[in-house]
């Protein structure tokens, strides 16, 4: 016999419609038996916890991680709050008069876009000058982009005779030598040299559990971590297992790979813990570095069209060969010839062979056009958004793109087509707090506040419409509507409670949102001193 705890006094957005709303719950084991009223609750339960009027939401869900790779970054040389080329510089400098001679240094979560004395990617003489004597790798918070100085350079065998593996994954000089400046394969090709300092299962599972503990603190209890192995975006599944089969796994996970499982199992696999999620696709690059695939050039670069990995015919395949096998798809497509390419394979696949429910998951889907809108507006897909893309790429977008800035990150337009769309990170890429991500598509602004009025405004959200991207439309993205995502009798029982009311608060004060507690299956997990 379990015993019953009532949840009572508070404000509860079940998030089951909008503005629907109760003062108590009961959980008994790890689930939701009712929700209404304080004193009905009182009489049903064994005990009784008074929340003191706070307000209380689903617990939050966050669609795009790589988490293990936010995790293994507890072991390198952090440089996110890095302002300038001279800084940087300084930081390694430092940093290396702790590393033992010859030593690799591998950093990671630089962006230059905000830099203030240059916007230029680091290169091997910029490295050279602060560190000569230990080869240096450091990768850029975009996770597609990397700085080697030359002593990496060399012991990747990267000089002026390398072929890259992926055109452009090297950037080569007026003189023929390589900048130091590399990308995704040329990147992950030097990564792969550095000794792993998290090669056994316990030490992935001791960062795991520390980055995840993190995640509780900002009201996650679930998060889709997505493997890139072709850029050393790894997860393991055995190291999630562990830590749940230990009692240590404190949110939900659904795995995305870049592979094809090789044996007979489809999406869903696994328990309410830990499951199989999809096979995930990557058609192009990023905006950033003009790698991500348009139909037009880049504004800023005639001459640049960006990069697909693969042929229309090639990618069909891919998107076929998982669809038959009842493994649900997800695909990284940034620009709109990367779009059009998805939106293809997907009408193709799908008109074939009309499955029930497939639930296509098309990830970022940055740049789009009228006609990508209609298309997928009419085919069983849901859009994973990143919205602090909107803080860390807004700065250099207009230059990038152009007028096609409108239609950058549509998400209100998508809204208005009946669209799904869920709320993601993409962390280690961009920061992991949702409040931070809530805020950021309700106002479409930086995390500074700007620009005045929002980035094409027209596209801002409503906060129920954000809130439910992280909760209910979070949950049926993985097929899991029926047992998380709102606050309902008979669901897992993960909730967050909150000092101020979200939908009463100043917008702009989102971000700024602060958790009291959070619950994962009816246990505490974290709980603000």
């Known amino acids: 016999m379990f015993k019953k705890t009532a949840y009572i006094n508070a404000s509860v957005y079940t998030m089951e419609k909008e503005g629907d709303k109760c003062s108590a719950f009961v959980v008994e084991d790890g689930k939701f038996v009712y929700c209404g009223t ?31 790779s936010s995790a293994s970054n507890l072991v390198k040389l952090t440089l996110d709050k890095v302002r300038s080329m001279k800084e940087l510089k300084e930081v390694v400098r430092e940093y290396a008069k702790t590393v033992p001679a010859g030593e690799w240094i591998y950093g990671f979560g630089f962006d230059n876009e905000f830099f203030t004395d240059t916007k230029e990617m680091p290169t091997k003489f910029d490295l050279d000058e602060a560190c000569a004597d230990h080869p240096v790798l450091l990768s850029r918070s975009c996770m597609h982009f990397f700085s080697a100085n030359s002593l990496a350079l060399k012991m990747a065998g990267i000089d002026r005779n390398f072929k890259p593996e992926v055109e452009g994954n090297v950037v080569f000089g007026a003189d023929g030598e390589p900048t130091g400046v590399v990308c995704d394969a040329a990147g992950a090709k030097i990564a792969g040299l550095i000794p792993d300092k998290l ?69 869903g696999l696994g328990d309410e ?97 009228e006609d990508i809108i209609q298309r997928i507006s009419r085919l069983p897909v849901i859009i ?38 869920t709320g993601g990170s ?16 309700v106002n479409r602004k930086d995390l500074g506040g700007t620009p005045d009025g929002g980035w094409y405004p027209e596209n801002c959200v409503s906060v129920y419409e954000a809130l439910r991207m992280y909760t209910a439309n979070a949950a049926y993205s993985s097929f899991e509507e029926d047992i998380k995502g709102t606050i309902k009798e008979g669901k897992l029982a993960d909730f967050v409670v909150l000092d ?30």
């Open 273 to 369: 813990m830990v499951k199989y999620g999809f096979y995930k696709l990557f058609v192009d690059g990023n905006l950033g570095g003009r790698t991500a695939a348009l139909l037009e050039p880049y504004s800023d670069d005639p001459n640049a069209v960006g990069l697909c990995n693969y042929t229309q015919d090639e990618f069909t395949a891919l998107v076929r060969a998982a669809y038959q096998r009842n493994i649900q798809v997800g695909t990284h497509v940034i620009g709109d010839r990367a779009a059009d390419m998805l939106t293809t394979a997907i009408e193709t696949v799908y008109n074939e062979d009309p499955k029930p429910d497939p639930r296509f998951r098309m990830i970022h889907m940055t740049v789009l056009n």
């Open 199 to 267: 090669a056994t299962l316990e030490a992935k599972k001791d960062v795991l559990e520390q980055a995840i503990r993190e995640l509780n603190t900002h009201g996650l209890t679930g998060v889709h971590p997505i493997q890139g192995r072709h850029v050393e975006l790894m997860e393991y599944m055995d190291a999630y297992q562990a830590l749940k089969d230990e009692g240590r796994l404190t949110a939900r996970i659904y795995l995305g790979y870049d592979e094809l499982p090789n044996c007979c199992i489809r999406t």
């Open 38 to 68: 304080d004193e009905e609750a009182r009489v049903l339960a064994d005990e009784v916890v008074d929340l003191g009027g706070k307000t209380v939401l689903p617990g939050l869900i966050d669609t795009h991680q790589h988490l293990y």
């Open 426 to 441: 993409d962390a280690p890429g961009t920061g992991h707090d949702p409040w931070e991500g809530i805020y950021a598509i």
């Open 500 to 529: 101020e009311d979200i939908f009463k608060m100043d917008p702009m004060k989102i971000k700024d949102i602060k958790v009291r507690a959070t619950y994962l299956g009816g246990k505490a997990v974290y709980e603000r001193g």
């Open 384 to 421: 994973d958004t990143q919205p602090l893309f909107i803080h860390t790429d807004m700065p250099w977008m207009y230059d990038r793109v152009g007028e096609r800035s409108k239609y950058v990150n549509p998400w209100g337009r998508l809204l208005k087509e009946g669209m799904i769309l």
